[in-house]
């Protein structure tokens, strides 16, 4: 950490890794000997042309994606997917199941019955303020797709495994949990992700899609709202976010390059998640708010005895340092996003924080 920054534990936009903080801020008047900024050169250029094939190719390594899926770069963020999903994919008569998490998939539900698509609400956290993922989940039959969160930000959840949907293809939005282990694309129709918590700035959405579901698309919807729309032109229909995809295209670099790929990456995000988990579960003065069989290695989420103490120790944190502990605006209390570019020094920074915070107030 430089003099000058803090720990951040931000939900989102969520902290980067400092070496591409570091080549954005060398390369940013002058990219790659154009004369240019990065943020002025064309999307026509060769010089983006680089960049955005680059982070196509190291996408697609890093999630071991074959030929049938396509890579895309979408502005509106994963909130534009929870309505593009079923205008793109459900067609009349057909019908989708949705697993309901929390917040987001919520909001996905609300955007397909906006469009008086069917939905099967197959399960649901909610008798228990979603504080776990369901199990045991009875699908329906026939149904296009299944689609699910697989981490939740504001309850600190997330799925351990996907779920058994007996071959319907899953759609998941993965905005907080993306890169962060690997995973069977396979099962996967489409996986989108707002690159601001795990891969990259705001402004930009990744969406991995299947080419049998990329054949699904009808043309009576409006062409901005299509995924073949994007494509058929490498995501540049229109002029896409080149700064974000750039940074994307950084972090994409990261993670392969300096830690190593997905196993690498999963390794070190158990480690943080577990000396933080740790520290809280033998702790009485400290709660962690998700049942532990669902906990999220993405968003620790806890409480304090009252709010008072939460208000102070968010306030005494970021004195020293350590910034975006506040809890969600909707639930309260505290909340640690520990994404894959936070080192593991920032989580020992906030566990000896932790300790000596409880041993003043508690």
């Known amino acids: 950490m430089t003099d000058n920054r803090i720990y951040n534990f931000n939900a989102g936009p969520a902290a980067l890794p400092l070496s591409v903080l570091e080549e954005i801020r060398d390369a940013f008047l002058d990219f790659k000997g154009s004369g240019m900024s990065i943020t002025e050169v064309s999307h026509r250029s060769k010089w983006f042309d680089e960049v955005i094939n680059d982070a196509v190719e190291r996408l697609k390594r890093i999630l071991n994606l074959d030929d049938r899926f396509t890579v895309l ?9 929870f309505c593009m999903i079923p205008m793109n994919f459900l067609a009349a008569g057909g019908h989708a199941d949705y697993v309901n998490t929390g917040t987001w998939s919520t909001k996905a539900i609300k955007e397909a019955r906006i469009q008086g698509k069917k939905v099967d609400v197959v399960a649901s956290s909610e008798d228990k303020n979603f504080s776990y993922i369901p199990e045991n989940i009875t699908f329906s039959e026939g149904a296009v797709y299944t689609h699910i969160t697989s981490n939740n930000t504001i309850k600190g959840t997330q799925w351990a495994a996907f779920p058994d949907t007996g071959g319907t293809p899953l759609i998941a939005d993965m905005s907080s949990d993306i890169l962060s282990r690997p995973f069977d694309a396979d099962k996967f129709g489409l996986f989108y992700a ?4 795990n891969m990259g700035p705001a402004g930009v959405c990744v969406a991995v899609i299947r080419d049998d579901f990329l054949s699904m698309v009808p043309e009576g919807i409006p062409t901005m709202l299509k995924y073949s729309t994007f494509a058929a032109k490498n995501s540049m229909f229109n002029t896409p976010p080149c700064f974000a995809v750039y940074t994307v295209q950084l972090v994409l670099k990261w993670l392969e390059e300096d830690i190593g790929g997905l196993e690498k990456m999963a390794a070190r995000n158990r480690r943080k998640a577990e000396m933080l988990y740790g520290l809280i579960d033998a702790s ?5 708010t998700a049942a532990r069989n669902s906990r999220s290695m993405m968003n620790v989420t806890f409480r304090l005895p009252t709010e008072d103490l939460e208000k102070a120790f968010v306030q005494d944190a970021l004195d020293n ?3 975006g502990l506040k809890g969600h605006r909707s639930v309260g209390g505290c909340r640690a996003s520990i994404y894959n570019p936070t ?14 915070f409880e041993s003043k107030k508690g």
């Open 73 to 81: 770069f979408l502005q509106g963020g994963a909130s534009m997917q």
């Open 194 to 197: 707002g690159a601001q918590k």
């Open 284 to 288: 009485d003065f400290y709660r962690g």
């Open 321 to 323: 340092g350590l910034g």
């Open 343 to 356: 080192p593991m020094a920032a989580v020992e920074a906030l566990c000896d924080f932790m300790k000596t």
